[in-house]
């Protein structure tokens, strides 16, 4: 039994070691992501907006570092900001999102950036996002399509 020892050792701490899938699913679920939504695209226009709130409640930053949706050619972050009157919207490579604390994508701001939208979003469509971080991994979220936001935001 004394030489067997080892072998039950390593047998246990494989055991112990090999299931990841649990590990990562709770990576996933620290990020919560609020009040996701999307504008409504007017015919013949192939670019709409999406929104939302990344909380980080964990005691480790993490980075948005792109995102995806099957109703899209392509998907940005964007920040729009002010140059003297002129407003000017520029491609976010990563966003950080500081350990404990929110960022918000809202109109105005930093956004999701839809581009090459084959069929329009309209109201009361949902929109599949998969967001993609540096340390939680895939997120799936669904933005609805509305013309304003949970807080009366209106779209750009």
């Known amino acids: 039994m004394r030489a067997l020892a080892p072998l039950f050792a390593l047998l ?9 899938q649990p ?14 939504w999307a504008a409504p ?20 930053g993490d980075r948005l570092l792109g995102a995806t949706s099957a109703r899209a050619d392509r998907v940005e ?19 950080t999102i500081a350990a404990g604390q929110s960022v918000t994508l809202a109109p105005g701001g930093m ?20 967001l993609t971080f540096e340390k939680a991994g895939a997120i799936d979220v669904t933005l609805p399509v509305r013309r304003t936001g949970p807080e009366g935001h209106s779209s750009h």
């Open 12 to 20: 246990f701490a494989a055991a112990c070691g090999a299931p990841q």
């Open 23 to 36: 590990e990562q699913a709770a990576r996933a679920e620290a990020l919560n992501i609020e009040q996701p």
């Open 111 to 130: 956004h999701l950036m839809f581009y090459g939208v084959a069929e329009p979003f309209a109201e009361g469509q949902s929109i599949p996002v998969q």
């Open 77 to 95: 972050v964007h920040e729009m900001t002010m140059n003297g009157a002129v407003m000017q919207m520029r491609r976010v490579e990563n966003l």
């Open 41 to 60: 695209t007017p015919s013949g226009v192939d670019v709409s907006a999406g929104y939302l709130v990344i909380n980080n409640p964990t005691a480790n």
